[in-house]
């Protein structure tokens, strides 16, 4: 699909994740309707770059402005959008959510959900509706793969939901995406990306998928 992600997570500050072999990298905008109160109670390295050059667009970027444009289209929350994928495949566990431009056909969240035994399915739901509009077995998995997958569901104990919680209780603002991941030191993190409308920078949180600690935060002000 010729998809087009608002924006990645450019983490720097440290080792970059690992990303997962055979299972995509969902990490562009996610949106959360709902702020939910939460806290990390560990510390967290951080790391801002220097402001990207603003527009004439009222002084944002190109990036903020997008957000800005992007984000309030989608009416349907993350949450529900997780919600409606675990439903189509029976004793699914959320991967990954994001939320993606999808030419003309308007915003949709694009969530990756694994059975219990690790086979991955995609499932498209409609921003705006709420509705499912696809949904498949991941193509090109093999046992491995599959084995990969469970392995790393089985070490996150902390759900998305209390993930983002956390990055919610760092910096209040829209909660963009969310995808369960694996850094190069073997720690088994949540990565959540938090929008803040106020200046529509983007905030990314690796979240502790074992202990529901902030690992490490970066502001995306470009």
């Known amino acids: 699909m010729d998809d087009a992600s608002v924006s990645g997570s450019d983490v720097h500050g440290g080792p970059r994740p690992r990303r997962r072999r055979g299972v995509g990298a969902l990490c562009g905008l996610a949106l959360s309707l709902a702020l939910v109160a939460g806290c990390g109670d560990g510390s967290a390295s951080s790391s801002t770059p220097s402001a990207g050059a603003a527009t004439p667009t009222g ?15 989608a009416k349907v929350g993350y949450e529900r959008a997780a919600d409606a994928a675990a439903e189509e495949v029976p004793g699914a566990r959320l991967v990954s959510v994001e939320l993606k431009h999808s030419g003309g056909a308007g915003p949709q969240w694009h969530t990756e959900v694994a059975a219990p035994d690790g ?42 939901r209390d993930a983002a919680a956390t990055a919610l209780g760092r910096t209040k603002g829209t909660v963009t995406s969310a995808e369960l991941d694996e850094t190069d030191a073997g720690a088994v993190i949540w990565s959540v990306d938090v929008v803040t409308t106020g200046d529509w920078n983007k905030t990314t949180f690796d979240v502790d998928a074992a202990h529901r600690r902030i690992l490490r935060e970066h502001v995306d002000r470009d």
Do not use: I, M
């Open 119 to 160: 086979t991955a399915h995609v499932v498209r739901v409609d921003a705006v509706s709420g509705k499912v509009l696809e949904s498949r077995v991941k193509a090109d998995q093999d046992d491995g793969d599959k084995q990969e997958l469970a392995d790393l569901l089985g070490k996150a104990k902390v759900s998305p």
């Open 59 to 73: 002084g944002l970027t190109e990036d903020q402005a997008e957000r800005k444009a992007f984000v309030p289209s």
